[in-house]
C-alpha cells in the first residue's frame, strides 16, 4: 500500500476555490476536532481580487505582517492605477519585484507550497492564477546564542550553535567570508521535511567526498529525523553496531570553520545546535580548541595528555587485572598496582560493578533537576567513598582506579569517543579474564587489544582510513599533527587523506 505522503500532489489551479479546498482538507485548516488550529487561512480582496493567504501561527510578528499586507495592498492599487489592461502574471511579476520585503517568490508546484505552509512563510494564492507568491515572514522561535556545553576554552569565543540552522549558517559565513564557501539546501524526512545544509569549500573539498555525502543525504527515505543530526548520521554512514563515531560533532563555530579550511565537509541540520563534520579520523577526535587558544608548547602538552587519557580510559582496568591476575610479575616499584583478596567478589567482578555504579551515578545526575543534582552527587560520594569499601562490596584500589578513568573519560572533547571506549574497556576487561579463566595468563589481554586495533583499523569514515596517520602511516601533515600542536606560521598543508583539490595551506 502506497503511504500518503508520496503520493504526488495535483498542480495549483487557476481557480482560487480549488485551491482552498485542497488545502484546508490536506492540511486540516479551521476548528474541532480532526483540524489543526495553528495553521491560519485568511481571505482578502484588493481591487477586485480575490486572495486567501496561509501561515502558521508562531512564525512571525503580528505588526511585521500587518505591514507587508498593507504594503502588498498598496503595490496592488498602484499596478492597477498605472494598467489599463494586464494579466494576473504581469500583476505577480510586479509584486515580485516591488513587494518591500527582501525575500519574495512565486511559487509554481503544489508540493513546495506545501512545505513552505509547514515551514512557516506566508503563500497568498490570488484567483485566476496558477502560481502562489511566497513572502518569508519567518521568525523562528529560537534560543539566544550561548556558550557551548562541551568543547569550553579558557580563553576563546564564547559563542556556540543553536537549534536554528540559519543562525548556525550565519556564524560559519562570519567567520569564513570565502566565495567558494557553498551552502546547499535540501529537505530529509519523508514526513518531517527537516531542512539541512551541506557546507564545503568548492575549491579545497574533495569532489567525490561532496558528492558521496549529497547522494546518502538525497537518499534517506525515513519518515522523520527527529533525533536531529544523530539520526542524520547513522542513516548516511551505516553506522549499525560500530560504536566508534565516524564523524565530528562541534558546537563551535570556530571548529567547524577550521574543518572547512581543511577540507572536510559540514552538515548543518536544522532544529540541532551541534554540526556535523566528515569525514574524520580516530585522532581528529582528541583535538581540543582549548590547544589553539594556547602557546604551541603548552597546546602540545594538552595533546599529549589528552592521549594519555585515551590509553586510560581503554587499558587501565584491564591492566589492572591483568596485573593482578599475576602478582609475582609486577614489580617492586608498581606495588600499588595489587590488590587485596579478601573480598568476597572476584576482582573482575568488582570493576565491573564499579563500572556500571558510575555509569548510573553519571545518568542520574544527567538526568535530576539541577535543585537535586548537586544531593545526588553528595549522597554518592559517601555511599561509594565509604561505605562501600567498608561492607567489602569493592575494594579501595578498585574505587581508585575506576575514579582514575571516569576522569580519563570526562577530560576527552569528543562525548562519543568516550563512550566508545568504554565498550572497548569492557570487552578487554572480559577477554582478559577469559584468559585467566582458561589458563592463558595474558593471552586473553593481547588478543583483546590486536582484536580493538584491527577493528580500528579497518573502519573507514566515508571511505577515509578511520586510524590515519597510524595506519597507513603518514608523517608530514599527519601524525607531526598528531603529536605537536604547530605554531600557525609553520602549518602549511592540509590532512592528504582528504584528497583536497588545494593540498597547500597558510596557517
Known sequence: MTEPYSQPLPPISAK???????????????QGPGHSWDIMAKPFAFSNLNMMSYVLNGYFLTMNMVLILNDV??????FVSQHQTYTLQDLMNYLNTNVTFVQVQPVTKMEDVVRFILSGPMVTFVDGYDAALLIDTRIYPMRSIQEPEIERVVRGPRDGFTETMLMNTALIRRRLREPSLRAELMQIGLRSKTDVS?????????????NMIRERLKSIQADT?????????????????????????????????????EGH????????????????????LLQHPEEYHQYPMVGTY??????????IT????????????????????????????????????????????????????????????????????VIFGQFVAQIHLLQPEVLVYMALVMVAQFSLTSYDLASANLMSRLFILLCTQLGFAFHLRALGFGVALAALLVFLITRKSFGVPYFWPLFPFKWKNGLDNVVLRKPFADIRGRPGVLRPKMGRRNG
Open 73 to 78: 495592498e498598496k503595490c496592488i492599487q498602484t
Open 225 to 261: 529525523i527527529a533525533m536531529a543530526e544523530q539520526s542524520v548520521v547513522e542513516l548516511i554512514g551505516k553506522v549499525k553496531w560500530n560504536p566508534y563515531p565516524i564523524v565530528r560533532y562541534t558546537e563551535r563555530p570556530d571548529v567547524a570553520t577550521t574543518a572547512l579550511v
Open 314 to 381: 581503554i587499558i587501565l582496568p584491564g591492566l589492572f587485572l591483568l596485573a593482578n591476575f599475576h602478582p609475582d610479575l609486577v614489580p617492586k616499584q608498581l606495588a600499588f598496582f595489587k590488590a587485596k583478596k579478601n573480598d568476597p567478589l572476584p576482582l573482575w567482578a568488582e570493576l565491573i560493578i564499579a563500572e556500571v555504579a558510575i555509569d548510573i551515578l553519571r545518568v542520574a545526575v544527567m538526568t535530576s533537576p539541577v535543585t537535586l543534582a548537586s544531593m545526588v552527587s553528595i549522597m554518592a560520594a
Open 265 to 284: 565537509v559540514v552538515i548543518v541540520v536544522d532544529t540541532s545546535p551541534e554540526v556535523i563534520i566528515a569525514p574524520i579520523t580516530f585522532f581528529q
Open 16 to 30: 482560487l476555490d480549488d485551491n482552498v479546498k485542497y488545502l484546508n482538507e490536506l492540511l486540516g485548516v479551521g
Open 302 to 311: 594538552r595533546r599529549w595528555t589528552m592521549l594519555l587519557a585515551t590509553l
Open 198 to 210: 551541506l557546507m564545503y569549500l568548492e575549491d579545497v573539498a574533495n569532489p567525490e567526498t561532496v
